[in-house]
């Protein structure tokens, strides 16, 4: 009797398919869309079940394609960088600078330009801004605009919400007279 074991196809459900090939062929690995009978609650157990089958990984707030999925969809995977993949085997997320050293050479190797490395939390207009907050002298509303694109109601908005609230992060601000406020976190 032979003992050797073969890896058992991972079985994917047609909405899981739908949304893998749709993040492949369309949006560069990145889970963007969801079928149309896939509303609120559900499209998270869609994710939650893609994740727990390692055919996603979370990446700076966005769900991005696996290797794994390319195979269980029988698809070849195209030329990658290696960065775009962040966790271990068992889930948990590769250090910073585990990360940092597999994105940063091979850009620098095949000289691509920082625009074409993925963005990862390091290089996130997010990250940007919390150091921007957190050097001594803070920033202001217009500089932060000027650094991200962003326009000031957002640059708010994103202090009151993903800041705050999400990350915790207590901003303080301060004018000087005839000066522009200046925003900092600790």
């Known amino acids: 009797m032979n003992t050797a074991t073969t890896a058992k196809p991972i079985a994917l459900n ?3 398919i739908a949304m893998l090939t749709h ?3 369309r949006t560069r690995g990145k889970i963007e869309w969801f079928p149309d009978n896939i509303k609120g609650g559900a499209r998270q157990k869609v994710i939650e079940g893609l994740f727990k089958r390692a055919m996603i990984i979370g990446s700076d707030g966005d769900w991005i394609v696996t290797d794994a999925a390319y195979e269980a969809l029988g698809r070849p ?3 990658q960088n290696a960065a775009t993949e962040t966790a271990t085997p068992a889930g948990e997320k590769a250090t910073k600078a585990a990360r940092k050293a597999k994105t940063t ?7 691509e330009s920082e625009q074409t490395v993925p963005r ?3 290089n996130s207009k997010q990250a940007q801004v919390v150091a921007m907050l957190k050097r001594p002298e803070g920033a202001t509303i217009a500089q ?3 650094a991200t694109g962003w326009q000031a109601h957002t640059v708010r908005g994103t202090f009151a919400g993903a800041f705050k609230k999400k990350l915790g992060l207590t901003i303080t601000s301060d004018k000087a007279e005839g000066g522009e406020r200046v925003y900092r976190t600790a």
């Open 14 to 16: 047609d909405n899981q």
């Open 23 to 25: 993040a492949i062929d």
């Open 77 to 79: 995977r195209p030329d």
């Open 105 to 111: 050479p091979k850009a620098e190797a095949s000289g």
């Open 120 to 122: 990862t939390r390091e």
């Open 144 to 146: 932060i605009c000027e």
